[in-house]
């Protein structure tokens, strides 16, 4: 049952989380990303908030990468299993769309896995131009995650899901998807 | 305020299928991330306003979607598919806080649709898919853009949105630059395209009430933005009127052109023949 409100979710300050949030808000970030499995929630930056809101209920906060990103559905699913697994009896999921989520908000260790599984990850948005101004104008280089080589080439804008671009490399010949900067 | 939606999973509401998906039956008691319908949020003018911004981006989701398999090559399969999925993701925010998403798509009538007419355009060639792209994404992110900085029910979305939306715009005019300035025959389509989708412009800037966003204002930035890109692309900026002269305007109002009836046709079918189908 998906409603929609306007009230804000759970407020997550690091502080103010009790030493059960804390451990089910490491369970919920361990749940990977279902398109990129290489990379936690807690990696891409898309858990906002946890709170524990009575005996065995707990709220949620998720954020999506796009807005029309379908994984967040099974994103929810999977963290709903999770907390239920460490003994919540009910769960609540909230979808927020403010503030918008960033590239930037993947780990460093997020973007060393990407990396890895052959995703080239997204350039910092302070390189590109002010933030929100979308696309960049100018090609900053982007690395092939196989070779290495920053001699790669824009084949289009959008690839297997939507945060993704596809890009190939001029050095090895390979095509590898981008991560792109929102 | 923060536009949230929420999902709730109660007690032995999480079995699943082997493959880890939510089992196919559109049961009441499956984990819940069926796109039921929420609280209405929103209401009088305010909530109009939503519900047309709402069916604009449905309806072009619609149209994109018809591309899937049958585009030129297949980067351009794959992007006309993502453009409409942004878009639909929008349409799916924007209805929820003016009634059930669901019920508003598949069982409305033609003329319960307040969509702008430019979106409902049939493809055509990809010459005139890009031109109703070019015009209406140059259009959708200068609203976007708007609505983000008034602040209110939609600055959520629409802060989240004008990111996704620069992308369409970027594939727009490259697209537009690339057949503008290409063979003498794309020029001639692309040149072809702009013409006639032309008279549907001007209804993108007629005032919306409720919406709290002056769109009149944002004519002329659209103009010299359009320009630009036609321009740069050896193209020339149509000159004749941007309304038709029998229904200016007349998309917000719920008048349509013939060829809407047939693209919901598509669209509601299913649903009105098997209701609440899912997989």
């Known amino acids: 049952m998906v409603t929609v409100r306007t009230s804000p979710g759970p407020a997550l300050a690091p502080g103010e989380l009790s030493s059960l949030e804390e451990e089910l808000l490491r369970l919920a970030g361990e749940v990977p990303d279902p398109e990129l499995p290489v990379v936690s929630l807690a990696e891409l930056g898309v858990l906002r908030g946890i709170r524990v809101v009575g005996p065995g209920r707990v709220e949620v906060e998720l954020t999506p990468t796009w807005t029309a990103c379908p994984a967040l559905e099974s994103m929810a699913e999977d963290v709903s299993e999770v907390l239920k697994g460490a003994g919540m009896s009910e769960v609540t999921v909230h979808k927020v769309l403010s503030p918008a989520w960033s590239s930037d908000a993947i780990s460093a260790e997020g973007r060393r896995k990407l990396a890895e599984a052959g995703v080239a990850p997204p350039r910092p948005q302070t390189l590109g131009g002010p933030a929100g101004s979308g696309p960049v104008a100018v090609d900053l280089a982007i690395r092939c995650p196989h070779c290495g080589s920053t001699d790669t080439r824009l084949l289009s804008r959008f690839s297997s899901t939507a945060c993704k671009s596809l890009r190939r490399c001029e050095s090895c010949g390979e095509p590898f998807d981008h991560f792109k900067e929102v | ?279």
């Open chain 2, 1 to 279: 305020m923060t536009a949230t939606e929420q999902t709730t999973t109660g007690p032995g509401t999480s079995e699943r299928t082997a493959s880890g998906h939510a089992p196919a039956a559109a049961g009441a008691a499956t984990a819940g991330t069926s796109p039921a319908a929420g609280a209405a949020e929103l209401s009088g003018a305010a909530r109009a306003a939503a519900r047309a911004l709402g069916d604009d981006a449905l309806v072009l989701a619609q149209r994109l979607g018809e591309w899937a398999g049958d585009a030129p090559v297949l980067e351009e399969d794959v992007a006309l598919t993502n453009i409409a999925l942004d878009l639909l993701g929008q349409a799916r925010t924007l209805l929820s806080m003016t009634g059930d998403e669901d019920e508003l798509a598949y069982l409305r009538e033609e003329h319960e649709f307040h969509n702008v007419q430019l979106v409902e355009q049939p493809n055509g060639d990809f010459a005139v898919t890009i031109a109703r792209q070019l015009y209406f994404s140059v259009y959708q992110e200068l609203l976007y853009a708007a609505l983000a900085a008034r602040g209110g029910e939609l600055a959520p979305l629409a802060a989240k949105a004008v990111k996704e939306v620069a992308y369409h715009r970027d594939h727009a005019e490259q697209w537009t630059l690339r057949l503008g300035d290409g063979t003498e025959e794309s020029h001639r389509r692309m040149q072809q395209a702009l013409d006639g989708l032309w008279r549907h412009t001007g209804e993108l800037f007629a005032p919306l009430d409720g919406l709290g966003v002056d769109l009149p204002a944002l004519h002329e930035e659209w103009r010299e933005r359009v320009a630009a890109v036609v321009e740069r692309a050896t193209l020339t900026l149509p000159q004749g009127p941007d309304r038709t002269p029998w229904a200016a305007g007349a998309g917000r109002q719920g008048v349509h052109t013939e060829s809407f009836g047939r693209l919901l046709a598509e669209m509601q079918y299913l649903h009105r023949a098997h209701p609440g189908a899912s997989w």
